[in-house]
């Protein structure tokens, strides 16, 4: 069974910075694709960064100041924010091995396979 569990959600002020880090069991992250979701209330999921043997990718609204990453040993996915804003505030999810959904651009949780729990990251002003 896999499970993808994050952790490292919080509360900072505006400007600072939070690493997520998504734990996998039962799974090993390489290419089959992995990103990084967040949601805001009343907001659809958005995808705010991607990554599919080490190439990685971002939109305009964190590229510059998020970076994912996976550590050497393949079961740690992690989200480096840096210069947060409070527009940043979500729920952050995790999730791993891309379907053909994602490469047609669907943009809901059809787009990945496993998906974590989710992490809450508030930014105050």
């Known amino acids: 069974e896999v499970q993808l569990v994050e952790s490292g959600g919080g509360s900072v002020q505006a400007g600072e910075s939070l690493r997520l880090a998504c734990t996998a069991s039962g799974f090993t992250f390489g290419s089959s694709g992995a990103g990084w979701y967040r949601q805001a209330p009343g907001n659809e999921l958005e995808l705010v960064a991607q990554i599919d043997n080490r190439r990685s990718w971002y939109p305009d609204s964190v590229k510059g100041r998020f970076i994912i990453s996976i550590n050497n040993a393949g079961n740690t996915l992690s989200l480096q924010m840096n210069s947060l804003k409070p527009e940043d505030t979500a729920v952050y999810y995790c999730?791993?091995?891309?379907?053909?959904?994602?490469?047609?651009?669907?943009?809901?949780?059809?787009?990945?396979?496993?998906w974590g729990q989710g992490t809450q990251v508030t930014v105050s002003s």
């Open positions: 999730a791993a091995e891309s379907t053909p959904d994602f490469a047609a651009g669907g943009g809901g949780r059809t787009d990945f396979r496993y």
